[in-house]
């Protein structure tokens, strides 16, 4: 049997392999990651894992409708708040 992937290279894989075209993350529930996740790794937390691996600065996460998305750290829109821009329009 080959041997299991780590938590990272298996993050990294679900988001290179589920990513759609024109997308550069995977949301976490509605692409099937979560419950992937579960299965492979025989019931861990997902949100646990990712959430460690964000701080760690091998992925990004970005809160959304429904869950997260997860990126590469390349790949991660830049963080901005609606207090920014809101500031930017505002010419301040």
Known sequence: MAEKLSYEEFVRKAIVSLRRDGYKGIHTVY???NEAFKKYFDGEDPIKITNQLAQEGK????P????????????????RT???DILKKMGL
């Open 59 to 62: 992925i990004a996460l970005r």
């Open 31 to 33: 692409s099937g990651f």
């Open 82 to 84: 609606k207090g920014e």
């Open 64 to 79: 959304v409708k429904g869950g997260v998305m997860l990126y590469l750290p390349e790949d991660a829109p830049a963080s």
